[in-house]
Every structure is written in structure tokens, then in C-alpha cells.
């Protein structure tokens, strides 16, 4: 499969809208992922990630906008080319784990006898191997979920499509999960995925969509994001008070005995200066690049980066 | 469209591994012998009961000469009709009336003859009598003909063929084939009501939707539903043959239906098909917006009354070939393969039978379609105008 021409986007979205009732799920969503890219959907619960990655897929239509999917505007004429894991997971309980494999790859075109061979051993290679001949249902919750991801990808596709992949993983197989999605990208795989975690996305992706009521909020590189805040200066001095207060910014904060502020936009010089003529008595002084989830405060609002918090610590709590 | 039927291939496979390599489906196949395992036992039971204790008994309360002169005459009408088809009599005193006889605790006479064979008198309740008087006046006038009732000889010819018992026979033929193919229809079709359940229960759809067009989900859960009840009638239809030579009295012959027998069970076959999969795609288009097995359940009810109208409107033009209603039964795609197998009993021409089949063909497609859209509109909420989605392709 790897080897067809690729389009320069492999996945396309354009005045994309998805409604249910009253509701606007999708509310003209724009698009565009890089061919090869690792691209991350960020956003709560409830944002429209899932219905923009179905609407993507094909599996549901858009009420308004048009689609591509490695080129192809009938998205199912590319399910040969394309892995989908969807965010609500679901084997036939009875099916052992290789065939279980088998049959999702043999949905998109891989003969089965292949996709045995293969599924075997990716299980072998991730350590699973006793479990290939086992059902699905005596397989625990994570197995079950590599086991879904495996038929995810047993066919090769050009894009791997996962939706929320980190959900109910521990710690140890997120890990794996990210090696993997990151060998992948390495073959030349375009990966698009949905999380409401930001560091999985910062950790992963190059470019990322915000999404945040249905819309997109911001669309770019995590380090464009993170760019649109200044950095953030860290300054202790021994000194509390004297005239080179005059010279820290009018948005400065005080906390635990330091001073934090919006690196000043003339650079840092100028205050250093003050700061040394004036006998502050600098303890340290450090510049911090704000994180992803700095950014995504400022550009989605303080009420959906709560949501999204609230989301991660009651996943984790599950 | 080689693409989805390869996509339906891949579910059918899966199906019907599933159901077919399942412990359950050895009870499937042992279910329907059971019923006609407990029919054969209670049957042959009905007979006895029915062969002895249920004929009626009929008291003589006359002199002992008359009483046997009614006998007698009883006695050689039984040669000649079967004892089944007359009462019993059993002699009775003469005193005291009959009507005293007949009111007491252990009377077992259903009515008492009194009198003499050339004036018998009756006496019982109204349906008795009039039940009973036919077979009582034809007892007592042989008994009067007595030595002068000659049996007249009935002189057979025999002839290799008879249109009438020919056109009775394939008429039966008809019937029992259209009562064998809705049996075994609504047995298996449904099965298909629940067939989405799983799939929605265990969050799989998403997977299939995503990786195929929903048409070839449907039509493979159809394609391996077909399959699994081929491997079903083999077996029964084997087990049934079995049965049929090991009980079949020597000499006996089935009529030869008007098409040919190869031919007549090549086409109840197909008309099965026809017949499984119209239902089978209406089933599960109604079985695919059914969220739980409960909702299947209540569904099943008003489905299976609607096949058995179906069946009934075809069985009601079985032996009107050629009349409107029949016309109708071999239009309408739910009753047309019922109306075909009766019409390939009776007429040998099989060009109708050629057009039909297409005609079924179409409906299951549009039936397809149709629960596809329902499909797409109610489960995954997707899709716009009904004639565009129609006529969509599969792949979208």
C-alpha cells in the first residue's frame, strides 16, 4: 500500500459542518493534514473531535463542506489505505485475538492468511504472544485494546486515523503506544489522533488543531502555539523593593517570593540593566517557553482547559 | 461493487464461523426434530385413542334375535366401509326405558336404539341423534335386506394416468412446498432480527462502517444467515429423506410436479432463498434500529404476523393459477416466491419462473438499500435527502 503517489494533504476538511438536532457538533471546520505528518486533534470533551474525525472517515456525512481522503472525496473508496481506531472500542468477544486481527485487516483488503501471519507477530514482537489463540474476552482490557490497534495497522495503511488511542492505557503502554505511533511516522504513515491529554500531543505531534465547541481555535506547529505567549520571565532578588520596580512590567505577579511576567517585547536587557543598577541583588533569573497547555489556555479559554482537566483526572480515576 | 461483495464476503465468513463452530448450533439443528420426534410419539398415541375409544357406542335395547340381526348387519358393513366409519353397538336390557338407562352415573352409551330393526326409535340428546341416525338407519335397513343384501363387485381398471388425481396431486405438491418454505422461513429469518444487535452491543459497527460501506455489512450478515440455513435444511431435509425411505410403504409414489422434480427442487431451493433473504433484508433493516435484544423482541411479534398474511394471501391463489389474486401473490415480492413454487407444482413453462426470480432479486437489493438509509439516517445519524441517499454509491 505504502508506495502509491501521496497527495500533499492526506486528510482535507473544508467549511466542514455536522449537526444533530439543534446541536453543531462540527460548525465549519477547516482541515488540513500534511501527508507523513503526525497530526493531533486537542480538545475536551464534547469539542466535536470525534464527530470531525467520523465526518472525515465517512462514516457519517457533513450537512455542509466537502472532504478528501488521501485525495479521494468518497472516503470509503480509500479503506484499503486507511486504519481506523475508534474511540469506543469494540472486538467480537468470542474471536481469538489473531483472528480478530486477521478479520480487521481482511476488512480493508488484506487476505487473511496474511493477516494471521502478521498479526502473530506483532503480538510475538509486543510480547503477546501467548495470547494469539486466546478470545477476546479472556484477554484483560489493555490487551484487548493492542489487540485493536494491531488490526488497526495489520493491513499497512497510509493513514492511521486513532481516536482518543491513549484512553484507559496505563503509563507503561501509553509509552508503547507512542513508540509506536512515532514508527509509523517513521515509514512515512500519516497519523492523525484526537486526545484531550496535551502532553501527549505535545510530545507527538507537529502540527496540532485546537478545537473547542465544534470549531477550530487554532490550527499550526505545537511550537507556533506555544509562540503566541510570550515567555515567561522567573526573577528572585533579595531585594524587595527600590526604584528598579519601576522597571519590571505592568503585568508582573508576585508569587512564593519571586516575580513572574510576559518576557518585556524590547528583550531582557534593558530590565537586566535596571535591575543591576539599581542593586536588586538578581538571586535568579530564568526564561521559561510556555508549554502546549499555556497555549492552549489562551487560545481555547481557561473554561475548556478546565474541562479538559477535569476529563484527564476522571479517566484516570476510571 | 466487486469491492462491497468481497467486504460481504469477509462479514459473511465471519458470521457464519461464528454461528455454524458454536456450541448452540447443534441444539439449532436438534430443535426442529424435536417437535416432530414428540408429534411422531403423540401421533401414534391420537391414533390408538382415536381408533377405540373414540368411536361412539351405540346401545340395542332390542329382543336378542334383533339385536343380532343388527349386528350381523354391522358386521358386513364393516367389510366393506372399515369399522372406523361405524359405531360400536353393544347390547343393553330392554327395561328399563332407555332415556332411565341413559341418565345413569355409569351409562357409557352415547344413544339407545329400542324397537325393532324395521322401526328402530333413538333416543339421546339432539346432536347424538342427528349425528348418529344416518349410520343407525343404515345398519337396520342391511339388517332387514339381511340374506337378500347382496355386496355388489366393483370391477377395477386400472390406467397408467388421470388428470384429475394428477392435477390433486401437484396441487398438494404446491402446498406443501409453499408450507415447507414458510416454515423454514420463519424459523431462520428471524434470527436476523437480533443479527445488528451484536454488533452494536459490542461497539463493532463503528469498525465495519468505517472500513466498508454498511450495503456490504448487510448483505454479508444476509449472505451468511443463507449459508447457515443451507447447512440447516441439509441436514433436515437429509434426516427427513432418511425418514420418509424407512417409513415409506412399499409401492408407494410421490406425483411428479408439472415442471419435473429436478427442476421443482432446484427452484424450492432458490424460492427459499428468495423468500429467506426479502424477509431477511426487511428483518434486519428493522433488527439494525433496534438498540437492544429487548427491542428486538417486541419487534418480532408484529413481524412474524406480517409473514403469516403473506402467507396465507399465497396459499389463498394456490389453486386459483391464473386468477387475479394470484396474479397479485406472484407481483407482490413477499408472497412471490410462496405463489412460484405453487405455480412450478402446476405449470411447466419456466420462463415465469426466470422473471420472477429477477423480480425478487430487484426487490432484495432496493430492500437493501432502503434499510441501509435507515441505517446511516437513525443509527449513525448521518445522510441527507432520501432519493440522493437511495441512489448513492455504496462507497459514498
Known sequence: MIGAPTPTYAVEGHGLVKTFGDFRAVDGIDIAVPAGSIYGVLGPNGAGKTTLLRTLLGIVDPDEGRRTLLGDAAPLRQARNVGYLPEERGLYPSMKACEAVAFMGALRGLPLKIGRERARAMLADYGMGAAADKPIRALSKGMAQTVQLFGTIVHEPRLIVLDEPFSGLDAFNQGK????????????????????????????????????????????????????????????????????????????????????????????????????DGNAGIESLSIERPGLHDAFVAIAGEAAARQMQDDQTQEEAA | MREMMRAAFVIARRDFTAVVLSRTFILFLLGPLFPIVIGMAFGGLGDRISSTDLR????????????????????????????????????????????????????????????????????????????????????????????????????????????????QGRLIIGRIAQIVIFFLTILLAGMILSNLVEEKTNKIIEILAAAVPVDAIFLGKLMAMLAMSFVGIAFWGGTAFAVFLALKPPGAGLPEPAIGWPVFLML????????????????????????????????????????????????????????????????????????????????DSLWPHLLAIGWQAIWVGLIIRIGVLLFRRHVLKSGGGWWKQLFRSATG
Open chain 2, 56 to 167: 361412539p357406542v351405540v346401545g340395542l335395547a332390542m329382543p336378542a334375535a334383533d339385536a343380532a340381526r343388527m349386528e350381523r348387519a354391522q358386521g358386513r358393513l364393516a367389510e366393506r366401509m372399515g369399522e372406523k366409519a361405524l359405531p360400536v353397538l353393544r347390547r343393553v336390557p330392554e327395561a328399563p326405558a332407555p332415556r332411565v338407562q341413559l341418565a345413569k352415573a355409569d351409562a357409557d352409551m352415547v344413544v339407545i336404539v329400542s324397537g325393532s330393526p324395521s322401526r328402530p326409535i333413538i333416543t339421546g340428546q339432539p346432536a347424538d341423534v342427528q349425528r348418529l341416525e344416518g349410520d343407525i338407519s343404515l345398519i337396520a335397513s342391511a339388517a332387514m335386506a339381511e340374506r337378500s343384501l347382496h355386496m355388489v363387485h366393483v370391477e377395477p381398471q386400472i390406467v397408467a394416468t388421470s388428470v384429475g388425481a394428477q392435477t
Open chain 1, 177 to 276: 503506544l507512542e513508540a509506536l505511533i512515532r514508527e509509523q511516522a517513521k515509514r512515512g504513515v500519516t497519523v492523525l489522533f484526537s486526545t484531550h491529554v496535551i502532553a501527549h500531543a505535545e510530545r507527538l505531534c507537529e502540527r496540532i488543531a485546537i478545537v473547542a465547541s465544534g470549531r477550530v481555535r487554532f490550527e499550526g506547529t505545537v511550537a507556533e502555539a506555544r509562540d503566541r505567549l510570550r515567555p515567561q520571565v522567573r526573577l528572585r532578588t533579595r531585594m524587595s523593593d527600590g526604584p528598579w520596580r519601576h522597571a519590571l512590567p505592568a503585568e508582573t505577579l508576585a508569587d512564593d517570593g519571586a516575580w513572574h511576567f510576559p518576557l518585556p517585547l524590547e528583550g531582557i536587557e534593558p530590565l537586566l540593566r535596571a535591575l543591576l
Open chain 2, 268 to 347: 424450492a431451493v432458490i424460492y427459499f432463498a428468495m423468500a429467506y433473504t426479502l424477509l431477511g433484508s426487511l428483518f434486519l433493516g428493522i433488527g439494525a434500529q433496534a438498540a437492544t435484544v429487548r427491542e428486538v423482541q417486541t419487534l418480532n411479534m408484529p413481524v412474524t404476523m406480517g409473514q403469516m398474511l403473506i402467507f396465507f394471501f399465497a396459499t389463498y391463489a394456490v389453486d386459483k393459477m391464473g386468477s387475479p389474486p394470484e396474479v397479485a401473490a406472484v407481483i407482490l415480492p413477499f408472497s412471490s416466491p410462496f405463489a412460484m413454487i405453487a405455480r412450478a407444482a402446476q405449470v
